[in-house]
């Protein structure tokens, strides 16, 4: 085993470990994962989230799994429970897809490891493209805003929206950056705010009902996200909240980008309404236990992404080019496959 | 004393009381608010809020400071710090300058305490008004959305938003609430829902966030909300994240009605900027104590209420007419006066 190590995955002799991204920023415990039910676990309680980062921790369990001695049927199927994790996200289906397609040639554990870890340095190499595309767009000392977390936790690399901000900054092109604490979960103030703090980036968490006023007020240049599937016009699904920060950007006037690299973007799926969208528990809406804020029996909508219409989007950012709205609605992402 | 209660007020003869707010939905106590010092604090902390509610405790406060044979000078003084318990809401002020002008004349306790019961009895009377000019805008069978709490909690009757929408439910015009959360404090997670569920209305809690997606989908056809202070144009301050709602409502061409009684009304306020906006500490958006989420160094932004233009209100609905938008900025408010 060659290792390997990411801000929130380590992949080493004595086994896969995962961070346990539920109880940052105060506590850094990693966790065992090799094992694909413990990772499907580990992926359905988002203790590893990030739709990059969950197909490059599925690809590493199913490899692991095949170290251990397991057959090519047992790992068919743990790969068809790993792809059934979670449901919006492509980037899942598409390691899984990368996997067993090995495994049908009759691939041994070897040639599986060597696989799952092109998908981890390939993560990292398109991490660092979107960067490079997406630093490009930034005039020099701009203030930006993002929703949820897209950085070194939800990937392999960098990051995808947040690895260009993080570039951004470095190149003196990004002074401050405004995080949505995005609820319900909170991976803005619990994640993004902690990725920020690591590197000395200067930032402000608000509440996500704040962000209209300061895209208002001309506080904010720039408004970039991630996404956990594109369809093929361009329309994409992303955490709860993208959209409507989509329509405050459009309402004022702020270029809005969504960031991807090209293992999100989901050819078969030919616009937003085809993308399925997972329904979590209410009581991540409402609370739970010592941390519940509603009565136990009030009911609560809780959909995990929404969908934003490429009609919204300035352009999106992907490892091998930046495609504004209009290229994707003209077919700019089957041309570029 | 003429005993009085509401929602979240008592006044009896062995004194006044409020409901604390900040323990709802699980814990129901009262507490002692007769001192004007000790009404400060609840207000400060939130455990007495809602613009017109937080104007009925002051002047009941005083009234009982009168009461209990606080002189004249100790009167005017307390009513200064009660005035200066929160900046937003007018309501306070309008109900401290009814006080201190009935004292400037001479006034003795038993006539103070009666201006303290008009106040109160006026409020009740006001959110009925309101109520009843609210409930003609609804078709049979609406679902409507509304922010943060403006019912029974905020008042000392119905409410005035959510007191339109409880009478259309008893008049069988609203059939779903859907109810923000409203963070940071979560008044509609733990106060609104509460209300609700009191009286069994059918309501769904979601995240600020999620609001776009329902009036994107037509899930809604009206959004209500309260105000704090309505300037000579029609602008308004209300809860953090109103102005937002506002802007989805018009993108998704849903009616925004604010609601609120006429001493919500500031008419030497000539436009929103100039209403002053509360800053809250920003542990309120981090979290604090064992309900932390973000890193205690995290800086954060707090401010407790934004403005919303009157260009973004289909109507407002006052106790004494409802002008639409284009009567706000043709001067409507000052030729009710």
Redesign the interface.
Known sequence: VIPLESLALRWRDRGLEILDQTLL??REVWLEAGDPRLMVQHIRRLAVRGAPLIGVAAALALAWYGEMGASAASLVEAAGELRRARPTAVNLMWAMDRMTALLETGAGSAELSLEAAAIFREDVALCDAMARHGVRLFAPGETVLTHCNSGGLATAGIGTALGVIIRGFQAGRVRHV?V?????L?QG??LT??EL?RLGIP????????????L?DGRVQRVLVGADRVARNGDFANK??T???A??A??HGVPFHPVAPWSTVDLACPDGQAIPIEQRDEAE???QG??????A?????N?SF?VTPSELVTSLVLDRAVLTGAELRAGGLEQLA
Not at 180 to 184: L, S, Y
Not at 203 to 214: P, Q
Not at 290 to 295: E, L, N, P, S, Y
Request: charged share 25%; hydrophobic share 45%; net charge neutral.
């Open positions: 920023p105060d405004f949505d604490e995005t609820r319900p909170l103030a619990r705010a902690w703090a930032h402000t968490l608000i509440t996500d009902s704040m962000a209209a006023i300061l208002r709860v909240g959209y409507g920060l329509v405050q459009r309402y809406v409402r609370g010592d941390h519940r804020w509603a009565a029996a009030t009911p609560a909508f959909p929404d």
